[in-house]
């Protein structure tokens, strides 16, 4: 009790907030490690990791362990932000956390600006990429990132186009509001051009395949996080696939309602099962997409956002201001 | 103009199917084995290192010590050594070595056999840290192979 009176209750929910939320970011890493690697596997009929634990699903946890234990090798004229930079990629990911609506009354907070404040939280992904590759003194590390931010820069136009046509509609940047403003219909139904062309957009954002040039093995190497190593490299990993989670869940929340689902008991709380459900199943797909297709040639990754993904997003935008305004 | 959407129409058609084909492939059943724990049968006509055969009737091998194989091996592997015993027909074989490091797996002391003592082991799993290990007796390997 007395704990409870000299704390400020603000200070107890930041903290509990922060924790679960760090910890929800490595637990989602181990998982969706685990899924593309087993997804992988059965796509090539392999059975994936078997060896650890029933299944191989400690294979994660004993990765992150080889990884913990591994030496940080800083390359002898890597540039002094060298160390900075996966701390960099790795510090968006508690902020963006802040502003999903996990369920009605699951959120950190909600912001009256909270998709603009996500988008900008996310883009700074791209800045700790150039960074690292920068620094790292190394062409591959080099290449790596200059092509990351080329391709970051023009899929974030036809992106952003396509959550505007959202916006439009539901007539507010916060999450939360966002949500509920597709209590009748979800706004994939409505937009389902807007969800393509931020999806597709989504997998180049998160550097994924097919569009994961930066990290080309067979031409860079690893792109540009070739000379990290050891905690250095995992903080890359766990930017990259809490990015991935990141863009699913905002997929979820403008396009597939959020929380909202059949009814549960305390649903405020337990709408979060829904949240999560569509997450994976967008998580899903982007792991699908991944072990299909190859990797797109840089000429065809520019051609497709320029040629077809921006017009396409501004004639939406167009079209659902029209519709709005009517 | 046309050529625009026919582009963009065949494509997302082949993308479609591609996923649809992987998708399949999902879950379809797993096609590796896992080795260790799990063997595949070897084909009988695998050439693993050669063995001497164990006659069904006598119970032992049937080389005569003619030494043809050791005379006939190109990568000259083979040495038989034999010795005639008092009250024994032939000779008696004492050990028949074959230095598997330079066995070329050619098959001619199988073939030139007159007994046919000679046949292919079905032994794949061959990895040792010193030559000598396959520097075999075939004899003691038959004895041991009750």
Redesign the interface.
């Known amino acids: 009790m007395h704990l409870n009176q000299s704390l400020p209750p603000e200070l107890i929910r930041i903290v509990i907030s922060v924790v679960v939320l760090i910890g929800f970011t490595f637990l989602n890493v181990l998982l969706l490690g685990y899924a593309e690697r087993k997804i992988s596997g059965r796509i090539m009929r392999r059975p994936g990791p078997m060896e650890v634990g029933p299944q191989g699903i400690f294979q994660l946890l004993v990765d992150g362990v080889k990884l913990v234990a591994k030496q940080f090798i800083v390359p002898s004229e890597a540039g002094t932000l060298f160390r900075i930079a996966p701390l960099l990629a790795f510090m968006p990911v508690g902020l963006s956390f802040i502003v999903i609506p996990f369920s009605n009354r699951l959120q950190v907070r909600d912001l009256d600006t909270g998709l603009v404040f996500m988008l900008a939280v996310m883009s700074l992904n791209t800045f700790a990429i150039l960074v690292a590759g920068w620094t790292s003194n190394s062409k591959y590390s080099l290449f790596g990132a200059i092509r990351s931010v080329a391709q970051s820069v023009s899929y974030e136009i036809p992106m952003l186009l396509s959550l505007l046509s959202v916006v439009l509609m539901a007539n507010t940047l916060s999450m939360r509001g966002i949500v509920l403003a597709q209590s009748p219909v979800w706004y994939v139904v409505v937009q389902p051009v807007a969800f393509l062309i931020y999806f597709v957009a989504g997998l180049a954002e998160t550097n994924r395949a097919p569009f994961d040039l930066p990290e080309a093995e067979s031409e860079l190497t690893a792109g540009f996080h070739t000379e990290y190593s050891g905690m250095g490299f995992s903080m890359f990993f766990l930017a990259e696939y809490t990015n991935m989670f990141f863009v699913c869940s905002l997929g979820v929340v403008l396009f597939f309602g959020g929380w909202s689902g059949p009814k549960l008991p305390y649903m405020d709380y337990t709408g979060i099962i829904w949240f999560f459900l569509k997450v994976y199943i967008l998580l899903f797909v982007m792991i699908w997409i991944r072990w299909t297709f190859p990797r797109v040639r840089f000429d065809q990754l520019l051609n497709f956002c320029w040629m077809y993904l921006i017009p396409f997003s501004l004639v939406n935008l167009l079209l659902t201001a029209v519709v709005v305004k009517l | 103009m046309k050529e625009?959407f026919s582009l963009?129409f065949t494509g997302a058609k082949s993308?479609l199917v591609?996923?649809g084909?992987?998708?399949r492939?999902?879950?379809?059943?797993?096609?590796?084995v896992?080795y260790p724990r799990e063997r595949l049968d070897i084909t009988p006509n695998f050439r693993g290192h050669t063995e001497l055969v164990r006659d069904r009737e006598t119970g032992t091998h049937r080389c005569i010590s003619c030494k043809l194989c050791q005379r006939d091996c190109p990568s000259s592997c083979i040495t038989v050594i034999s010795e005639k015993r008092e009250g024994v027909k032939g000779l008696t074989l004492l050990s028949y070595r074959l230095d598997f490091t330079k066995c070329s797996l050619c098959g001619i002391c199988v073939e030139v056999c007159p007994t046919t003592a000679l046949g292919f082991s079905g032994e794949y799993e061959l990895a040792g840290f010193d030559p000598d290990e396959f520097r075999y007796d075939l004899l003691k390997e038959l004895e041991g192979r009750e």
Do not use: D, N, R, S
């Open positions: 625009y963009l993308l591609g996923m084909v992987t998708l492939q999902m879950f379809k059943p797993i096609v590796t896992q």
